[in-house]
């Protein structure tokens, strides 16, 4: 994969990570962006994320998103291409595989 490949174009991909693929995401992605694109992504698919993350953290996440659910939609926009952005280069760094339209992480 080249460095402008962009294999993720759409939040609705993120419902075929595993949930393995869906932790290594989480927490690379910084807290105030978790919340801000999850305040622009499908509940079922937030519900996920959320499910994987460490209960400290994801309490953080949640107060985070009440804060900030009055944030202008660009804001919201770009959250969600940054985490799309991370999770390319978590592919790109094989901590995630493509296989077919599924998402796997990989064991360090």
Do not use: W
């Amino acid at each position: 994969m080249s460095g402008s490949e962009q294999v993720l174009e759409k939040l609705s991909q993120l419902s075929y990570f595993d949930n393995l693929a869906l932790y290594y995401l989480c927490n690379e992605t910084p807290p105030q962006t978790l919340a801000l694109a999850f305040l622009q992504m499908d509940e079922k698919i937030a519900g996920s994320m959320l499910g994987v993350l460490d209960l400290q953290r994801r309490k953080y996440v949640h107060e985070l998103m009440a804060l900030q659910k009055d944030s202008a939609e660009e804001s919201k926009k770009a959250a969600a291409e940054g985490l799309l952005l991370i999770a390319d280069g978590l592919i790109s760094r094989n901590l995630i595989s493509k296989q077919g339209q599924y998402f796997f992480g990989t064991k360090k």
